[in-house]
């Protein structure tokens, strides 16, 4: 026997011959690797001629035997072409009426141990078939670990191209279904009793996260990566940095509106940044198709605001686009049309006034990994919006307020969030807002104690605190009067010193 002769029977189509030719080499040299090899193609042959559904227990019959033969790892033409074969008998599996899971676990088990080149167009076919019905397989995640992402080919990171449309990479919807099964979680078993609710594995999560993360940085033109490792951060739950770790996505990502609807998931407990959140959301240019959830959810909360009008603009938004493309309209929605608040209020074109009003507070968080200062305002220009402040002898400057701040006084005391450093003096801030004024600061202090007042340039001193002739005009204040009030650190450019001069008169008492 040799193995051409029986590759000669092969490839007349005598399978049967061919078969029994290699048994007999088989039997007298079971670990000649010609003899191993040319029965491991004719059960390929077998594979090929029975790769349908209604043929599913010849075809696994025969991959058994080509495990069963234990080919060495290098022998990877066989292992190969066999992917091809098990890949579109997997495919097949998953297009019929009810799919048979427990098959396509069955072939799973046996293709363990294969030693397919990896990576290799044939490997890739592999996971894409078994990938096809993830959503209702049960052992996806085995699968998927066994499989390695890894594995991927660099033309596995590209988009696809079927009928004239462009499809997501492979890669991306691998990431995105090993996400997704994440999130759904594990059935809980116990006494042989599957429970309804999931268990979510969260040392699972905290293993695949960096590789998600290694996706993120390499492949910035993927929408959707950044979108699953939030919700995966928010299913860790424990994780104390939730926010810190979304917040470079989020700012990434701003202009999308499902980072706000995953903002407003991050603060579960304060229904105001949420309702921020959602404002913010529906504000973004984004197709009315992927807002129809967002919108329902908004519009219960404003019904709990008893926000009619606003109410049913959205609900009327989203009954539009449902109808469109005529899907269900969800019983809530269909209860809240029926309800006598509905048939009385008056929808508004469109909900952006109320936006507005929002969008600040929401746009805020984005800068929450920035830290804080405090600052004083030391002059105003409420022309030009734009103010001088001291933070300490270190920092100080100006900036443009508008969009901030509503007529800021000299001596307010500021928090800023600051963008970068500054430019000649010149900063750009992320935002400011007025601070209590009994907030500890370094460029403030209160004072008590007696004028000594400077003719005739009408100009005085408090201890070692400057008081401008403004102002001791305006307090009508004498020499030898004691006075209380508040100083702010300033920078005498005459002198090029540091000092303090008076910003506040709190009181004025006479003295006797």
């Given at each position: 026997?040799?193995?051409?002769?029986?590759?000669?029977?092969?490839?007349?189509?005598k399978?049967?011959e061919?078969?029994?030719?290699?048994?007999q080499a088989?039997?007298?040299?079971?670990?000649?690797?010609?003899?191993?090899?040319?029965?491991?193609?004719?059960?390929?042959?077998?594979?090929k001629k029975?790769?349908q559904?209604?043929?599913?227990d010849?075809?696994?019959?025969?991959?058994?035997?080509?495990?069963?033969?234990r080919?060495?790892?290098?022998?990877?033409?066989?292992?190969?072409?066999?992917?091809?074969?098990i890949?579109?008998?997997?495919?097949?599996?998953?297009?019929?009426?009810?799919?048979?899971?427990?098959?396509?676990?069955?072939?799973?088990?046996?293709?363990?141990?294969?030693h397919?080149?990896k990576?290799?167009?044939a490997?890739s076919?592999?996971?894409?078939?078994?990938?096809?019905?993830?959503?209702?397989?049960?052992?996806?995640l085995?699968f998927?670990?066994w499989?390695?992402f890894?594995n991927?080919?660099?033309?596995?990171?590209l988009?696809?191209?079927f009928?004239?449309?462009?499809?997501?990479?492979?890669?991306?919807?691998?990431?995105?279904?090993?996400?997704?099964?994440?999130l759904?979680g594990?059935h809980?078993?116990?006494?042989g009793?599957?429970?309804p609710?999931?268990?979510?594995?969260?040392?699972?999560?905290?293993?695949f996260?960096?590789?998600?993360?290694k996706?993120?940085?390499?492949?910035?033109?993927?929408?959707?990566?950044?979108?699953?490792k939030?919700?995966?951060?928010?299913?860790?739950?424990?994780?104390?940095?939730i926010l810190?770790?979304?917040?470079?996505?989020?700012?990434?990502?701003?202009?999308?509106?499902?980072?706000?609807?995953?903002?407003?998931?991050?603060f579960?407990?304060d229904?105001?940044?949420?309702?921020?959140?959602?404002?913010?959301?529906?504000?973004?240019?984004?197709?009315?198709?992927?807002?129809?959830?967002?919108?329902?959810?908004?519009?219960?909360?404003?019904?709990?605001?008893?926000?009619?009008?606003?109410?049913?603009?959205?609900?009327?938004?989203?009954?539009?686009?449902?109808?469109?493309?005529?899907?269900?309209?969800p019983?809530?929605?269909?209860?809240?049309?029926?309800q006598?608040?509905?048939?009385?209020a008056?929808?508004?074109?469109?909900?952006?006034?109320?936006?507005?009003?929002?969008?600040k507070?929401?746009?805020?968080?984005?800068?929450?990994?920035?830290?804080?200062e405090?600052i004083?305002?030391?002059?105003v220009?409420?022309?030009?919006?734009?103010?001088?402040?001291?933070?300490?002898?270190?920092?100080?400057?100006f900036?443009n307020?508008?969009?901030?701040?509503?007529?800021?006084?000299?001596?307010?005391l500021?928090?800023?969030?600051?963008?970068?450093?500054?430019?000649?003096?010149?900063?750009?801030?992320?935002?400011?807002?007025?601070?209590?004024?009994?907030?500890?600061?370094?460029?403030?202090?209160?004072?008590?104690?007696?004028i000594?007042?400077?003719?005739?340039?009408?100009?005085?001193?408090?201890?070692?605190?400057f008081?401008?002739p403004k102002i001791?005009?305006?307090?009508?204040?004498?020499?030898?009067?004691?006075?209380?009030?508040?100083?702010?650190l300033?920078?005498?450019?005459?002198?090029n010193?540091?000092?303090?001069?008076v910003?506040?008169?709190?009181?004025?008492?006479?003295?006797?």
């Amino acid at each position: 026997m040799s193995f051409k002769e029986i590759k000669e029977l092969r490839q007349a189509g005598k399978l049967d011959e061919a078969l029994q030719m290699a048994n007999q080499a088989l039997e007298t040299e079971p670990e000649n690797i010609w003899n191993k090899r040319a029965a491991a193609w004719v059960y390929y042959d077998y594979l090929k001629k029975f790769a349908q559904p209604d043929s599913f227990d010849t075809f696994k019959e025969n991959l058994i035997k080509i495990k069963d033969l234990r080919l060495p790892a290098d022998e990877k033409m066989v292992f190969d072409n066999c992917a091809w074969q098990i890949g579109s008998l997997v495919f097949a599996l998953q297009k019929t009426e009810h799919v048979d899971y427990g098959k396509i676990n069955e072939l799973f088990e046996i293709i363990m141990d294969f030693h397919f080149t990896k990576p290799s167009e044939a490997y890739s076919f592999i996971y894409k078939a078994f990938h096809k019905g993830y959503q209702n397989w049960s052992n996806y995640l085995t699968f998927a670990d066994w499989w390695n992402f890894e594995n991927f080919r660099l033309e596995d990171y590209l988009k696809e191209e079927f009928k004239d449309k462009k499809l997501m990479s492979i890669v991306e919807q691998a990431h995105i279904a090993y996400s997704k099964e994440l999130l759904e979680g594990e059935h809980l078993v116990t006494q042989g009793i599957i429970h309804p609710r999931s268990v979510i594995n969260k040392e699972k999560i905290r293993k695949f996260l960096p590789q998600l993360d290694k996706i993120i940085d390499e492949r910035p033109e993927y929408q959707y990566p950044p979108y699953f490792k939030a919700k995966l951060l928010l299913a860790l739950g424990d994780d104390e940095n939730i926010l810190s770790s979304f917040l470079p996505f989020a700012k990434q990502k701003r202009n999308d509106f499902w980072v706000w609807e995953v903002m407003a998931e991050i603060f579960p407990d304060d229904k105001e940044i949420q309702f921020a959140c959602y404002c913010k959301a529906l504000s973004l240019k984004t197709p009315e198709d992927f807002l129809v959830k967002l919108r329902q959810t908004f519009a219960g909360m404003l019904v709990e605001r008893q926000r009619y009008n606003e109410a049913k603009t959205e609900i009327q938004k989203v009954i539009a686009t449902r109808e469109k493309h005529e899907w269900k309209l969800p019983n809530q929605l269909v209860q809240w049309t029926e309800q006598e608040w509905y048939k009385s209020a008056t929808a508004k074109k469109d909900n952006q006034d109320l936006y507005s009003n929002h969008i600040k507070q929401a746009e805020e968080i984005l800068f929450q990994d920035i830290p804080e200062e405090i600052i004083a305002v030391e002059f105003v220009n409420g022309n030009k919006s734009m103010l001088n402040f001291v933070k300490d002898k270190r920092k100080f400057g100006f900036f443009n307020y508008s969009g901030n701040l509503t007529k800021p006084q000299v001596g307010d005391l500021l928090k800023v969030r600051f963008n970068g450093d500054a430019q000649d003096g010149f900063y750009k801030i992320l935002y400011a807002k007025k601070a209590d004024s009994n907030v500890k600061a370094a460029a403030v202090k209160d004072f008590e104690g007696t004028i000594k007042v400077i003719s005739p340039q009408n100009f005085g001193f408090i201890e070692d605190i400057f008081v401008e002739p403004k102002i001791i005009e305006q307090g009508k204040l004498t020499d030898g009067q004691p006075v209380k009030g508040r100083a702010i650190l300033s920078f005498n450019k005459k002198k090029n010193e540091w000092g303090w001069k008076v910003v506040k008169i709190n009181s004025n008492p006479k003295h006797s």
